[in-house]
């Protein structure tokens, strides 16, 4: 994969913030597409201007309030309704409202949806995809289809789904994305049905994954090693019910595990800081244990790991922290050895190479005070003291 390019598409501003307990006010909204800007991202999706009236005015200031390095924006929205055209449609209009260079629109590609949600008939739906993307594409605009509930709706009729696809090609939408809305697939399932759609569709395919199923990042990497070239997903995961797949994890193990280019050259060494800035937005705070981008992603406790890493650290880490702008910490406990003691030390800047019996009491100490009801690794100054 080292001469593949996946196009990053964020997310966060518009799926992320229907997670509970999230709301964006304009100001945060625009705060955070300057972050995500920063971090490099392709499509910075802002809203669905229309139907949210935050959306509409954050839209209205975009152009006004930022200027990007790298990020082109999306408005999100929905096809036509059955009893209208596309032109005289107030939702579609209001997406050419927004003058975003991309939109993104939501269809059915599940048969049942479309008549059980929509009340439509599956040809009225098709019709719909089509007349709605070739009347924005007629406009300028360039159109990413987002096949809502594709997943299920391949497994419920494969031909159906397909048909989707190919309404929203012949229209001239620039990219398929195939949605798990419901985020129950597994990565075996999305790479087989990937690759079967892959051999029907001349567009370009992408993912969004929902990680319902504890699968979103996986998933996203599977569709790309099926021929995926475009991946939706919000920063730290966020979302509705379990969350979208996290942006910055599939972003990192594109460009660290398998050489592709994902971010804008350089930017992925600001996940970190950016990743925890955004949190700090959403008053949500940073889960410790996020792949890459936690306080605990590069942290070791265990004194076995501590030896190996005084040797090499590669030895008990799957890449270097730095790529990702985070920092390898010792963590001390009952379970540390004169290694982690050392390393510890030399985190607080303390040079204790070659002091031998000064080591030994302190970690003897160390087990003494844990033995006795003290905890020291998340108290960094009392350690030290």
């Not at 009729?157 to 620039?174: F, H, I, N, Q």
């Not at 997903?233 to 994890?249: F, K, P, Q, S």
């Amino acid at each position: 994969m080292a001469d593949l390019s996946v196009e990053i598409y964020d997310t966060t501003l518009r799926d992320g913030a229907q997670q509970e307990g999230m709301n964006l006010s304009v100001s945060d909204k625009l705060a955070i597409a300057a972050l995500l800007d920063e971090l490099g991202v392709g499509v910075i999706e802002g809203g669905w201007p229309g139907a949210v009236p935050k959306d509409t005015e954050f839209f209205g200031l975009v152009a006004k309030e930022l200027s990007f390095a790298n990020a082109t924006f999306a408005a999100f929205g929905m096809t036509r309704r059955a009893d209208t055209s596309a032109g005289s449609d107030p939702q579609v209009r209001a997406l050419l409202d927004s003058e975003a260079p991309i939109i993104t629109l939501v269809a059915k590609s599940d048969l049942r949806h479309a008549e059980k949600a929509l009340r439509v008939t599956g040809d009225q739906n098709l019709a719909m995809i089509e007349e709605t993307v070739a009347f924005l594409v007629g406009e300028g605009r360039r159109v990413i289809l987002d096949a809502e509930h594709f997943f299920d709706g391949y497994r419920y009729d494969p031909e159906y789904a397909v048909k989707a696809l190919l309404a929203a090609e012949a229209g001239g939408a620039s990219t398929l994305v195939l949605c798990d809305t419901n985020g129950g697939m597994l990565p075996d399932d999305v790479t087989r049905i990937v690759t079967e759609v892959a051999a029907r569709v001349s567009a370009p395919l992408g993912m969004h994954a929902h990680n319902d199923s504890g699968c979103a990042v996986a998933n996203s990497m599977a569709a790309v090693a099926a021929g995926a070239t475009h991946v939706q997903g919000c920063v730290n995961g966020y979302g509705e019910r379990t969350g979208n797949a996290d942006l910055i994890a599939v972003a990192a193990n594109l460009e660290i595990k398998r050489g592709a280019r994902a971010l804008a050259p350089g930017a992925l060494r600001e996940a970190t800081r950016i990743a925890h800035a955004i949190s700090e937005i959403t008053n949500i705070a940073p889960f410790a244990r996020q792949p890459y981008v936690g306080a605990s992603a590069f942290a070791h406790k265990a004194g076995l790991h501590a030896s190996a890493i005084k040797v090499d650290p590669d030895l008990y880490q799957h890449t270097q922290p730095e790529l990702v702008g985070n920092d390898m910490r010792m963590l001390v406990s009952e379970m540390a050895g004169r290694a982690s003691v050392e390393l510890k030390g030399k985190e607080l800047g303390f040079d204790l190479a070659g002091q031998s019996e000064l080591l030994g009491r302190v970690t003897e100490r160390l087990k003494n005070a844990e033995a006795a009801g003290y905890t020291f690794d998340a108290a960094d100054a009392s350690f030290e003291l």
